[in-house]
């Protein structure tokens, strides 16, 4: 069974960054995928970002384009998610996923998550 814990979020101004990372443990194998969602009170939770392990290929959702970058690193079995130009909309409990590859954004392909990290964007 695979365990993801996760790691820095915080509260930044807007126009800041951040970076949030998400260790895994336990054995991987096969076609395995890892995302980034986020959700606000109140509001459905979304998909972020997601890469594939095994092709590095990254997937984002449009809130992410242009201003995140997913990344991992195989050697510590870690997935990253850069948060430039942040904005206050951005303020959300994110939570790190994984599971097998499908749709790469959509929680139903995903079996596997970390605990969650605040962030909070202030204007």
């Known amino acids: 069974q695979v365990q993801l814990v996760q790691s820095g979020g915080g509260s930044v101004q807007a126009g800041g960054s951040l970076r949030l990372s998400c260790q895994a443990s336990?054995?991987?194998?096969?076609?395995?995928?890892l995302a980034w969602f986020r959700q606000a009170p109140g509001k459905e939770r979304d998909g972020v970002a997601a890469?594939?392990?095994?092709?590095?290929?990254?997937w984002y959702g449009d809130a992410a384009k242009g201003r995140f970058t997913i990344s991992q690193d195989a050697a510590k079995n870690t997935v990253y998610l850069q948060m430039n130009m942040l904005r206050p909309e951005d303020t959300a409990m994110y939570y790190c996923?994984?599971?097998?590859?499908?749709?790469?954004?959509?929680?139903?392909?995903?079996?596997?998550w970390g605990q969650g990290t605040q962030v909070t964007v202030s204007s």
């Open positions: 336990g054995y991987i194998y096969g076609d395995y995928c």
């Open positions: 996923a994984g599971g097998n590859c499908d749709r790469m954004l959509d929680q139903r392909d995903y079996d596997t």
């Open positions: 890469i594939r392990r095994a092709s590095n290929s990254p």
